[in-house]
């Protein structure tokens, strides 16, 4: 992410700044499907819901997402902690 809104700047708060990658999880609740595999999540939110302050008003940001990843639930089936928790799934293409 680059923005305009660089607190520690000689110009307090108007210079560029660009931070490492780091990751931004959004938890959510998922629910089984009749079939026999497959399930129904979904999520509505925003980037200062998850994280207070991410999107400041009247700054311009430059955000770049990477690589989406799915995680399950691990063993006690809850995602939003950190029991165990593994990956499912991750964006790409599949090739059988």
Do not use: Y
Not at 8 to 20: E, K, R, Y
Not at 34 to 61: F, H, I, M, Y
């Amino acid at each position: 992410m680059t923005d305009k809104n660089n607190d520690v700047g000689p110009a307090g708060g108007a210079d560029p700044a660009t931070v490492v990658d780091f990751p931004f999880p959004v938890p959510m609740q998922c629910a089984g499907t009749p079939a026999e595999t497959g399930g129904a999540c979904a999520v509505d939110t925003s980037a200062n819901a998850l994280v207070p302050g991410a999107v400041t008003d009247g700054q311009r940001a430059i955000v770049q997402v990477g690589q989406i990843r799915v995680d399950d639930g691990g063993p006690d089936g809850l995602a939003a902690t950190a029991d165990g928790n593994g990956k499912f799934a991750v964006q790409g293409i599949f090739v059988p």
